[in-house]
């Protein structure tokens, strides 16, 4: 994928597109930073080529349905042991043939698509390294329905031991003004071996035909502990509802973990105490878990048939991508056991 898809967006955008500049002016959590900004500006006419040559690109590329079929073939056949449905939806064949259909499908769809305004593209590089991006682009169907979408994110050091992250995306219709806004920010503070954390998730929705959606969820941590192997952590949240100013949803969460492979075993605890209900009668919740593991301190290993076995040399594409999947589920397999998927 990288060298196919990486190789024709480098060949299709033209240097013309980009202008560099240096010392930029970047205001982040009051401060003002001298960044280096890199932006990609392509007319509406010069989108609306490279989009049309992308997609049919993928609409052709045999190689790229069959990855995708097996994968998702793949995914049904694990899942299907919870949801007998899958298994008969995973045949690789059947799969890449919908895929064939569907990406013919969006092609012919997206000849009358265009793309007002074009595309502007900005990065943003402290050190030789990307902090952070903003892109905006408009898309008009062949039902004249207009969108904009505005895409935000941060992950900028801006003090010695500060670190502010971002992800903002906003999808607005031009037409009926409707609107959705996701904007996700994080202000990491370190100090020795305690990290503070200071996180909000705002949602937004405006809906000319219904009621609007405005809630915000925010999260202070303070988490103790260099390493995974011995650490706390103390969570207060909130959510809030909007309008919904008779409703609370508060709360707080102690977390403490200690994995010690020296005595082979792990241990975790969760106190989680939560107020929930009307601001005159909320009702409180208290869950507590105590988990404890056992390490082994040797595991099973099949004897390897050199019979069976295939050289490395002649591994393909997609065996590796059959090897890079198993891995991942067994890793995440190994996680759900030992209680870490929720860290």
């Known amino acids: 994928m990288q060298k196919e898809y990486g190789t024709f967006i480098y060949e299709q955008l033209d240097s013309n597109y980009f202008t560099k500049e240096k010392n ?39 190689k790229l349905h069959t990855i995708y079929a097996n994968h998702v073939s793949k995914l049904f056949k694990s899942s299907a042991a919870t949801n007998p449905e899958l298994k008969d939806m995973a045949d690789p064949k059947e799969l890449k043939k919908s895929v064939k259909e569907s990406l013919q499908d969006f092609q012919k769809e997206a000849k009358d698509t265009t793309y007002p305004g074009g595309v502007k593209s900005t990065v943003y590089v402290q050190d030789d390294v990307v902090v952070a991006r ?98 706390t952590a103390d969570r207060t949240f909130s959510l809030d509802l909007g309008d919904q100013e008779d409703l609370v949803v508060n709360g707080e969460v102690k977390q403490n973990q200690a994995i010690s492979a020296s005595k082979g075993k792990a241990d975790y605890s969760f106190d989680i105490r939560t107020k929930i209900g009307t601001k005159a009668d909320p009702a409180n919740v208290t869950l507590k878990i105590d988990s404890a593991s056992q390490l082994k301190k040797s595991a099973a290993i099949p004897e390897l048939d050199a019979s069976s076995a295939t050289n490395v040399k002649d591994v393909t594409p997609e065996d590796m991508l059959s090897i890079q999947e198993n891995f991942a589920k067994n890793v995440q397999g190994l996680m759900m056991n030992m209680g870490t998927a929720s860290y």
């Open 24 to 62: 930029v002016d970047y205001k982040t959590n009051g401060k003002t930073l001298q960044l280096t900004s890199v932006t990609l500006n392509m007319s509406d006419k010069e989108t609306k080529q490279f989009m049309d040559k992308l997609i049919a690109k993928v609409a052709k590329d045999d």
């Open 134 to 231: 903003d892109m905006n682009m408009g898309v008009k169907n062949a039902s004249n329905d207009k969108g904009k979408l505005n895409v935000v994110t941060k992950n900028i050091p801006y003090e010695d031991n500060k670190t502010a992250k971002q992800f903002k995306a906003v999808l607005a219709d031009s037409t009926t003004d409707d609107a959705f806004t996701f904007d996700m920010k994080n202000n990491v503070t370190t100090e020795s071996e305690k990290r503070k954390e200071n996180m909000s998730i705002h949602l937004l929705t405006k809906d000319s035909k219904g009621e609007d959606t405005n809630m915000t969820f925010k999260m202070d941590s303070v988490i103790n502990g260099k390493t995974d192997a011995k650490q």
